[in-house]
């Protein structure tokens, strides 16, 4: 039964994120991978408080707002080019979250 390896992207710099993507997918492509995606999520923004003094209350600036993209990726079995792709380096900008799933055959 084959495994199906998800894997989520998302990075607030999203020249970073479509470079990292960009080179898994050459990868797969040379390596004859069975690879869906990528698929793009709607960007969305997150906003962070600031304070103008350390305690919690008093003044504050107005809200740091940034926007997160993410794109999801899917591998059909190749279990060693998943796993090289999940253990591999990227930027500190990039964070990966990983999901695996077994598929079974119809009928069984």
């Known amino acids: 039964m ?8 998302t ?3 999203r020249g970073a994120l479509d470079r990292v993507v960009e080179d898994i ?4 492509s040379r ?3 069975e690879f869906g ?6 960007p969305h923004e997150q906003h962070a408080p600031q304070s103008k003094r350390l305690s919690a209350t008093g003044d504050r600036f107005a809200d740091w707002t940034y926007t997160v993209y993410s794109r999801t990726i899917e591998i059909v079995g190749h279990d060693e080019f ?4 999940a253990g591999g380096e990227f930027p500190a900008s990039v964070h990966v979250e990983v999901e695996i799933d077994q598929v079974r055959q119809a009928g069984r």
């Open 31 to 33: 390596k004859g991978v």
């Open 11 to 13: 990075s607030g710099d």
């Open 37 to 42: 995606g990528p698929h793009s999520g709607q």
């Open 82 to 85: 998943a796993r090289s792709v």
């Open 25 to 28: 997918k050459e990868t797969a």
């Open 2 to 9: 084959p495994f199906v390896t998800t894997l989520e992207l």
